[in-house]
């Protein structure tokens, strides 16, 4: 059992070879609750470093405060669409799409 999570380690991340143990252990457990096995062996193992994983891609600080002054400061604008829409009075000859009556 010690040489397995070794082997892992190489091809996955500290949190994924932590969630495989956690799976083998509740396995051995429920095998040892039917007297299939004498004891649980993944609790003696020790668990390797696995590779690091992906780097985070959340806002630093000075970003997020960057985003929210710019918020603040922007004045709302509609979008393009609704520009060329607020031209024509609702009710306006020619303001529907061609086609539909």
Known sequence: MDQWPARKAKQVSTRTLQEL??????????????DKVKRNVVLLCQLPKGRPGRPSKSLTLD???????????????????????????????????????
């Open 21 to 34: 143990r956690s799976i083998l252990k509740r396995s051995v457990a429920r095998a040892q609750v039917r």
């Open 63 to 101: 970003q997020a405060v960057a985003v929210l002054t710019t918020a603040d400061t922007a004045k709302p604008q509609a979008p393009p669409a609704m520009r060329c829409r607020a031209a024509k009075p609702v009710g306006a000859a020619g303001s529907r799409p061609a086609g539909r009556r």
